[in-house]
DNA sequence: TTGCCCCCATACGCTTTGCGGATGGGCCGG
DNA sequence: CCGGCCCATCCGCAAAGCGTATGGGGGCAA
C-alpha cells in the first residue's frame, strides 16, 4: 500500500470536500479516492471523515491526521528535493496562479528563461483575475496585484505597479482630454471589476489628493477586456502602467493628466502559510522577481 | 511508485551497508532492494549509492538524502500515529533488545500487562548479552545495565542493579565461607564477560573500597549461564539480585559479605538520538520503568 | 595462485495489487 | 416528483512488483 499516495488522496478530498471533487483534482477516477481513503481509514482503524451525499466534512480523529499527514508529504517532498537541491538544481511542478493580462503579458514571456535555466521543473499557469482559494485550487503560489490581507498566506513584495491615466487618440479627439481629475465626472471612465478601489479614482499630486467618483457605460471583470476597450475609443482608464507598453511607446494610448498620479499597488506572490515554500516554488517566484526588478514598467527602483 | 517503500530500503541499506544485509533485515529478496534503490536513483536523477562487490559507501547525494528520507519516514510514521495518540492508544511493532537473563527473567513476565493493555502492539524482543549497534540491528530501544557512555545514545535509567555476592550452600559446605573479600582470591569465582569491571571485583563498606582480583575455573559471557553455574555449586559469583531474587528467599542461594557492597549498577533504556522517539517506544518503556519501579530487586526507592 | 564464497545486477515468469467503467442507493434542488 | 450529483461497491483487466534463477566481480583463505 503506497502511504504515501492514500495520504494525498485524503488531504486533497479534506481540502476539496468531497471525493468527486479530489478525483478530479489528482486526474484519477472516484472509486479510486473512494478506496484510498477507506483503506486509509481502515489502517488507521478510525473513520477520518463524515460521509454525506452531499460531501464530506471531516472528524476528530481526520482533523488531527490530517496536519500530520500533510507533515508527512512536505518531508516527501523535500527528500526528494533534497538531492537536487545540493546541486542548485528543482524540478518538479508548479501550479501558479496570476492575473489574466498580467500573466499573458508579463509572466508567460518570462518563463522560457526559467524553464530553459531548470530542465526539471515544469509550470501550471491557472490564469484568471477572480482569485479563488490557493488551497482550493491546488496552487503552490499565485500572483496578486493590489494589497492582500488574508492571514492564511504569505505574501512577498516582488514589484510595483504604476499607475497612470489612458485613453486612445481616437477618444480624445471625440470627447475631449481632461485637464483635472474632477473632469473625468464629464468622460466615459471604463471601469475595472477586480479593483478594490471601485468607481472612486483617487490621484495624488504634491501630497494633494483627489478623489473622484466616475461613471461610464462600461464594466468588465477582466483587464484584458478593459485594455481592448481603451485601443478601441471607447474611454479613459485608470491603468497599471505594464499593460499598455508599448502602446504608450508608440502612441496608439496617450497618458493623460501626468502630474496627477493615481497611487501605486504593489504585485505580490501569495504562498500558503500552513506549509513551508518548497525549492522549487521558490524558484520560479526569484526568478520573476529578478526579472520584474529589471523591468522599469513593474519596479519603482530602476527607471531606466 | 511506493515512495516510502524506497526509502525505507535506501535507508536500510545506507544503514547496513549492503543491499542483501537490508533485504534479510526487511524480510524481502535483495533483487528487491536493489531494483527500488536503483529506481530511488533514477527519479532522483543521481547516484545515492557507490557499490562495490563488497558493500556500498553513501555518495555526497546519498548523504544529503538520508537524513531528508529518514525525517520523511518519521513524519509519515507520526502521521499513522496521531490518530491512535489522540486516543491514548499505540499500535505497531516495537523492537526491543535486552540481555538474556534479564529479559528472560524481569522483561517477559511483564509483558502480558503492556500487550493486553495496547491491543495494536506487537514486540519482537532482541535477546543477547552482546550488545550490539541499535540502528544495525534495527532496534527501537535496547535495555543495558551498566554504564554507557554512546554519544548517539539517550540513555534513560530506569532501575537500578543492586548486586549481592552468592554461592550455593553445597560450594560452601565444601570450600567454607569468605569472612572479608580478600578471602575470595582462594575461592572459585565465576566471572561473566559482559561485565566491563573485569576480573576485579569492587566491593564497599561504609566508605571503604576493597578491590580484589580474582581468578577461578569457569567463565562464560552469557549471565544465565553463570545463574546456572552458581546453582550447580561451581562457585562464588557477585550477581545482579534480581538473577536470583526466589533463590535467596528460598535459601537454595545464600548471600555472603553482607556488610560489604558490590557498586550498584544502572539499569538503562537506551533510544537513538537520531530521531524521536515513537509514542509506542515510548509507552513500552514507561511501562518497564513503571514496573521496575514496584520490583524492590530493581530499585533502590521502594524497598517493600 | 587457485578456489570458494559473498556481493550486486539482470532476466524472466507469475502473482497480486490497483485501476477504470458500470451500477446502485441516497440526498438536495428545481 | 424528477433529474442531477454524490459516494459505495462490484467486476474485468492491465501493469507493477515480487521471488527464483543466473551471471559477473572481488576478497579471503588455503
Known sequence: MDLLLHFRAFVRV??????????????TSQPAVSRQVADLEARLGARLLHRSSTGVSLTEEG???????????????????????????????????????????HIVPRLPALLERHLGLSLDLVLGDAFGDLVQDGLDATIRIGVVTDPGLIVRRIGLTRRVTVASPAYLAKAGAPRHPDDLAKHDC?????????????????????????????RASASDAVRTAVLAGMGIFVAPVWLFGPEIASGEVVTLLEDWAPPA????????????VPPRVRAVTDHLAAEFRLDPLLTDYGMG
Open 63 to 105: 482533523r488531527a491526521f490530517l496536519d500530520a499527514a500533510r507533515q508527512a508529504l512536505d518531508s516527501a517532498d523535500g527528500a526528494l528535493g533534497a538531492v537536487g537541491a545540493r546541486r542548485g538544481e528543482v524540478a518538479g511542478e508548479v501550479r501558479l496562479g496570476a492575473p489574466l493580462a498580467f500573466g499573458r503579458l
Open 265 to 276: 499597488v504593489p504585485i505580490q506572490v501569495a504562498t500558503s502559510s500552513r506549509r513551508q
Open 14 to 27: 479534506a481540502e476539496l470536500g468531497g471525493f468527486s471533487a479530489a478525483a478530479r483534482a489528482l486526474n
Open 190 to 218: 471604463l471601469r475595472f471589476a477586480g479593483l478594490s478601489t471601485g468607481d472612486t479614482w483617487v490621484f495624488e499630486r504634491a501630497g494633494e489628493v483627489a478623489r473622484v467618483p466616475v461613471t461610464g457605460r462600461f
